[in-house]
T-cell receptor, first 120, second 113 residues
């Protein structure tokens, strides 16, 4: 059933600091991971993705690290700015079992989210 | 501009009424998805469609229905059977044969009283 009054993990940083947002994923068979940023009242925006055959990927000011041994994903934001304040979600893609045939059907499972607050 | 549109942004309904949320995309994506988001929580998958005239239930499909008659459109109906319909509803689309990035619309906030 649904839970009411959940408290999201929060991270508060000063402008200019580096931020690290962590995510533990659920399934060792997950083959694709993605980070989204969501501002209040808006739809999620893509930040960066990574496939399971990689352990690091860099974008503009962002880096995603994947540790498959402990099923851990992290998002690093360099020189955090007030405009980075938002809720950040990780998501994993769990592929269909081999005996089901076909390839992944692209169904993402989302984490609960982390609130990032950047203070000027 | 290419993208996903959802309308309306805010929707109010009385309990017991069915309501249909619109989702249109001009990205030429085969796959489309509907998610529900409750305060302080992540996204939960309601229904998804990998191709026109085909769709599958997600994790919380009870009380919802969809159709996929056109590639560009994937409307969601929230029926009176949905026990807690008040939520933020998000539509997304992606290239099929994935997994690939899903592009999200701006969302519709539904309030049922």
């Amino acid at each position: 059933g649904e839970s009411v009054g959940l408290h999201l993990p929060t991270l508060s940083v000063q402008e200019g600091d580096n931020s690290i947002i962590n995510c533990a994923y659920s399934n060792s068979a997950s083959d694709y991971f993605i980070w989204y940023k969501q501002e209040s009242g808006k739809g999620p925006q893509f930040i960066i993705d990574i496939r399971s055959n990689m352990d690091k990927r860099q974008g503009q000011r962002v880096t995603v690290l994947l540790n498959k041994t402990v099923k851990h994903l992290s998002l690093q934001i360099a020189a955090t700015q007030p405009g980075d304040s938002a809720v950040y979600f990780c998501a994993e893609n769990i592929p269909r079992p081999p005996n089901a045939g076909g390839t992944s059907y692209g169904k993402l499972t989302f984490g609960q989210g982390t609130i990032l607050t950047v203070h000027p | 501009d290419g993208g996903i549109t959802q309308s309306p942004k805010y929707l109010f309904r009385k309990e017991g009424q069915n309501v249909t949320l619109s989702c249109e995309q001009n990205l030429n994506h085969d796959a489309m998805y509907w998610y529900r988001q409750d305060p302080g929580q992540g996204l939960r998958l309601i229904y998804y469609s990998q191709i026109v005239n085909d769709f599958q239930k997600g994790d919380i499909a009870e009380g919802y229905s969809v159709s996929r008659e056109k590639k560009e459109s994937f409307p969601l109906t929230v029926t009176s059977a949905q026990k807690n319909p008040t939520a933020f509803y998000l539509c997304a689309s992606s290239i099929s044969g994935g997994p690939y990035e899903q592009y999200f619309g701006p969302g519709t906030r539904l309030t049922v009283t």
